[in-house]
């Protein structure tokens, strides 16, 4: 979580439907939907089809001049 002085100035949240338990793999990869130029640490996802059993999700934090890595990808299942 950024301090309330830090540089971070918004976040970028990433998520992919999945159709398999655990980690990413390379293989059937889904496409990373992006949601842009989110300013607090928490989103709601709403308007999803909840047609796969599993999601991945990944963050990254930005300033005004570059954007930071990516977390790892968290797997969250998604009755």
């Not at 971070?8 to 939907?33: A, M, S």
């Not at 570059?66 to 299942?77: C, I, K, M, R």
Request: charged share 35%.
């Amino acid at each position: 979580m950024p301090e309330d002085d830090s540089r971070i100035d918004h976040f970028v949240l990433e998520y992919r439907k999945t159709n398999f338990d655990g980690l990413p793999r390379v293989k059937d990869e889904q496409c990373w939907e992006l949601i842009d130029y989110i300013k607090a640490t928490e989103y709601t996802l709403s308007g999803l089809k909840f047609d796969t059993k599993y999601m991945n999700f990944r963050v990254q934090a930005c300033n005004k001049a570059v954007a930071g890595e990516y977390s790892d990808p968290v797997t969250l299942e998604t009755k």
